[in-house]
Structures are given as structure tokens and as C-alpha cells.
């Protein structure tokens, strides 16, 4: 920077200015030779400021990306150990809400909420077929689900319940008696599709029962098995 503010002030052509005019022009030479020089240095220094945040911002730059995936990495950290922790009671709170929907529904009807009530009750069709006469009613208005499917639903929400109450602890059920649980709703749903017989509501509530139960005290302790066996696993390495 410097060498090249010297060449402005001690270029050939100026000195030949400066020896060859009149005493009168002097000092308005020197005065140009003064600003020529002034100019060139501030210039001079505004691209080495600004070379300077450059390569500062160049230097930052890779720094704030690896902090943004130092952050991303801890959040995603500690959403897994969240779902590991909670996992069974996100489970136990979406089939808590499916059945207070399919108990809410008449009660909202009966007091003129269909505005609320008919919604409630076709979001629920995408896991029941809510055939009217399969159905219970309260106030004369439907339950959001059929007998069978509310008896599911119903014992699901109480194992899981107590499989969360149990701190996940809870032995899980035999594949055999798994088996054994689930056959009587199939033999009870099987005869009545094909117009062999017709259930009853007590039966529905039965094997709808035994069926939620098994699969609920079955499953859930076999994730939880699964969980455990993998930290295991990752704290060994």
C-alpha cells in the first residue's frame, strides 16, 4: 500500500511538474501532489478493511455451520431420548383421546353441538366401520365407534395405561397365549361375515376385549425389550 502511494508522490511527471512551472504555481502543485497522495492512501485502506472482512467472514462462516449442526445434533439428541423415555405414553394418550372422541360424540348431540359432533364422528370412520346396529347409544345418539371397536379401544387404552404405570416393566405375554387371546374375535368376526351365525354385543365386547388386551400387553413390552437391548448395544461400543 504504501510503495504504491509513493509512486504518485515521486512519479517522474510530477517532480517535472513541480521544476518546470512558474513560482506562483508552487504551492498549487504541492497542495495536488498532497491531496494525490492523501486520496491514495485512504483508498489504499478501504480495500485492506475491506479485504480484511473478507477473509474474517470467510473465517466465520465454516465456524457458524459447524455450530448450527452442533445444535441440530442436539436437538435431535435429545428428541430421540424424549420418544425413548415417553414413547409408551404417546401411545396411551392418542388411544385415551380416541375413545373420549367416541364417548363425546352423543354427548355433543344431545346438547345441538352437531356442528362439532358430525365432523367427530367421520374422522372416526377411518378406523371403524360404525355400523348403526352393531353400535351403543347414549341419548339416543351413536358412539363414535361400533361395540366391538370401542371394546378394543377401550382395553388398549387401559393396558397400555398400566403398562405405563408399571415404568414399562410390565413381563409381556407369551406368543402362545398372544395367539390364544386373538382367536375368539376372529372365530367370533369369521362366522358372522360369512352368515353363519349372528353375534351378540356381549360377545363383540368379549373378544374385543381379549383382542385389545393381546396385542396391547404383547407388544408393548416387546418394544420396550427391543429399546432396552438396543442401548445396551450402543453403550458397549
Not at 403398562?163 to 414399562?168: E, G, N
Amino acid at each position: 500500500m504504501m510503495k504504491e502511494c509513493w509512486k504518485v508522490a515521486l512519479s517522474t511527471g510530477t517532480w517535472h511538474k513541480l521544476f518546470n512551472c512558474p513560482e506562483g504555481e508552487l504551492k498549487s502543485q504541492i497542495k495536488t501532489i498532497g491531496l494525490k497522495y492523501l486520496l491514495s492512501l485512504s483508498t489504499m485502506q478501504g480495500r485492506l478493511m475491506a479485504l480484511q472482512q473478507v477473509k474474517q467472514g470467510n473465517r466465520e462462516f465454516p465456524l457458524f455451520i459447524a455450530k448450527q449442526k452442533q445444535d441440530i445434533g442436539r436437538y435431535n439428541k435429545m428428541l430421540g431420548e424424549w420418544l425413548l423415555n415417553y414413547w409408551a405414553t404417546i401411545i396411551t394418550t392418542v388411544l385415551g383421546l380416541i375413545v373420549a372422541t367416541a364417548v363425546s360424540i352423543p354427548f355433543l348431540s344431545y346438547f345441538g353441538l352437531d356442528a362439532i359432533a358430525k365432523p367427530l364422528f367421520f374422522s372416526l370412520h377411518f378406523v371403524c366401520a360404525q355400523v348403526p346396529s352393531h353400535s351403543f347409544y347414549i341419548f339416543g345418539h351413536q358412539l363414535g365407534l361400533c361395540e366391538r371397536n370401542f371394546s378394543i379401544y377401550v382395553s388398549m387404552f387401559l393396558g397400555s395405561l398400566v403398562f405405563v404405570l408399571s415404568k414399562k416393566r410390565m413381563p409381556g405375554l407369551p406368543w402362545w397365549l398372544w395367539i390364544f387371546m386373538l382367536l375368539p374375535m376372529v372365530w367370533d368376526g369369521t362366522t358372522q361375515m360369512f352368515g353363519l351365525r349372528e353375534s351378540t354385543w356381549i360377545l363383540r365386547i368379549v373378544t374385543g376385549t381379549l383382542f385389545g388386551l393381546g396385542n396391547i400387553w404383547f407388544v408393548l413390552p416387546l418394544i420396550q425389550k427391543s429399546l432396552d437391548e438396543t442401548s445396551t448395544l450402543q453403550q458397549a461400543r
